[in-house]
């Protein structure tokens, strides 16, 4: 009996289709998987591929039974829990491990719409144990959990919506798309239609030169975009048709469509067009010129901590970006941009009427740890 418990699983050349392994494919390991295997096993075997095998988020996308949205993040919730139980402590850990994981793949996958997804920390995650509850917005986490439940996976299980997933999650537009059909989706992704109606969507001039520019209000909000012919554009435009701009490189890629369908139409050939173009190369950024870093390594290295911080100041003041407008201005200084402040203070004659500056970094030149401060400056 030990002598076959201790066996060891292994498929010989001729693939046998009941097999723990090809069971898992489709149902997942579960507790009473472990109660066959040897710790030798249990250490190869017990892995999130096993416990939870990857959906296939193609397939189930063509059902249309939930949206794409929830399936996204169903798939976040996966990839945010760890691959196996090395990243627990203490005794039996696959054992805790398959339990844990096995759980969450049944109540995440069971979810079905937006709002459950929304509900499903305080409906599923707070009852069930995943996580304590502590002081305001704080959480522990079990100690037989610890591991497993993390920041990445509470992160992942806020449900923020489609919106959030399209403006914040590069590859949300691909997912679930067959191979053959992601670049076209990216290029389409790119391109939205609008509607010219010189109420909402308008030309005015702007700046001291007076050149057009075109202006798009969403609600409280606007979006401005600069195309070369914006002045022939505001003459020849007429109201109400529709356009097709790239939001990417925000150029204007057709004008002057009779209606929403024409412009969906050029939306779909302006897509196909550009796949078969392939993907532009990106550009090389320029590295820093030699002579430059070798002076800036020699301003750096100065024995004198305040001629160091007057020189590398002197050296950058080309490179300030940001500038105080009239009147008070709250500036977040830490560690890292305390250099920034000493050179808003000598190159813009900020004033400072309370600022704190850390100051390891002022007097040494060498990063402090972690320090976070804050200063209001006024216009001298």
Known sequence: MEEKKNTKLADFGKKIGGARKDQWKGR????????????????????????????DWASLLLEGNVEKAVRYWQNEIRKSLPANAGSLSGQDKETRYVRVVSELRDLVMNVHTGEDAKNFYHEKVMPKGYVIPK???????????????????????????????????????????PKERKEYEICKNKLTTCLYDKKHVFFEPFGRDGKMRLTVKYGCSSVYFYPEQAEEYAKTWEPDTWFVVNTATRRIEAYGLPDEASAMEKVDELAKAACESGPSEPEKKKAGSRQSLKMYRRLWNSSSPCARMGSVMRFHYLQL???????????????????????????????????IIPLPYLITGQKAKSTSTSGIWTWK
């Open 321 to 355: 970006m940001t500038r105080a407008a009239p009147g008070h201005r709250i500036l977040s200084a830490t560690a890292s941009n305390g250099l920034r402040m000493a050179r808003e203070i000598m190159w813009h004659r900020l004033h400072p009427i309370s600022w």
């Open 28 to 55: 997942g390991m579960s507790l009473g998987d472990l109660l066959e295997m040897t710790d030798q096993e249990a250490k190869k075997y017990v892995t999130k591929d096993n416990v939870w095998p990857k959906p």
């Open 135 to 177: 002081a305001g917005r704080y959480v522990d986490v079990p100690e037989g959990m610890k591991g497993i439940i993390s920041n990445k996976f509470l992160t992942a299980v806020a449900f923020p919506g489609e919106l959030y997933y399209k403006q914040r999650k590069k590859d949300y537009v691909a997912f679930g798309v």
